[in-house]
């Protein structure tokens, strides 16, 4: 009878185990990168970037006629940045000519941590569609639009605003997530790469510069967004 007791004794606590590690492994968010990872800070290349005041070309989807900055009041600012695969890109941000400087100076800092970003693209390459850089997880700044809902101007709309990575930062209000494909990282106490968190490399290298974060709000989460004024 002790043997019987002991050996149910033993089953029961394998099962529980099991079912405590898939619990555990349902809980944790999938790392977007496979494992790659940028090399060991203090090797590798340097930080670099370049400004340029912005075309018309360059905003010729995302800025129209009634747009809260003139498109002559913007910057073009390409940064370096470390990407899932573990390699040095660079890619290009649409910000407004005052805030240029800080928004180079942030992703240094970034960079500098090795935190790693999906990709970077003027969202004009999604045809100004914002749902459309979210799903391709792409990482963006200005684009004339409305805050969603409302009849307010996006800080977007006004060059002062960078998203990040909104796959691994969705935007969660309630049972909804933006973009969808987000759902899989509302775990926001499982951290992997390219995940936004309070006093991470990224939410204090924009608050060296006076934005804020997203992930800061009440109402919502938007953890793929910084900017300098709120929404």
Request: charge should be positive; glycine fraction near 10%; include cysteine.
């Amino acid at each position: 009878m002790a043997v019987a007791t002991s050996r149910s004794s033993r089953r029961s606590r394998a099962v529980v185990a099991v079912l405590a590690a898939a619990t555990l492994l349902a809980a944790c968010n999938p790392d977007p990168t496979g494992g790659a990872r940028p090399p060991a800070a203090g090797s590798g290349p340097a930080y670099g970037w370049t400004v340029r005041s912005a075309t018309r070309d360059d905003v010729r989807l995302s800025w129209r006629d009634g747009c809260p900055v003139r498109w002559e009041d913007l910057s073009v600012v390409r940064v370096a940045y470390w990407g899932y695969d573990g390699g040095r890109h660079v890619g290009d941000l649409v910000v407004h000519d005052q805030v240029a400087t800080k928004v180079r100076e942030a992703f240094g800092q970034i960079y500098n941590a090795r935190f790693q970003i999906r990709r970077i693209h003027p969202v004009d390459l999604y045809g100004a569609d914002d749902d459309r850089s979210m799903a391709a997880n792409n990482t963006s700044a200005f684009n004339c639009r409305r805050v969603a809902g409302t009849s307010t101007w996006s800080q977007h709309s006004y060059g002062r605003a960078v998203d990040i990575n909104p796959i691994q930062n969705p935007y969660v209000k309630g049972s909804s997530v933006d973009p969808p494909a987000g759902r899989d990282w509302t775990d926001r106490g499982s951290v992997t790469p390219g995940m936004i968190v309070s006093d991470g490399p990224v939410v204090r290298a924009f608050r060296n510069i006076g934005w804020s974060w997203g992930g800061h709000w009440s109402s919502s989460k938007d953890y793929q967004h910084l900017s300098e004024n709120g929404r």
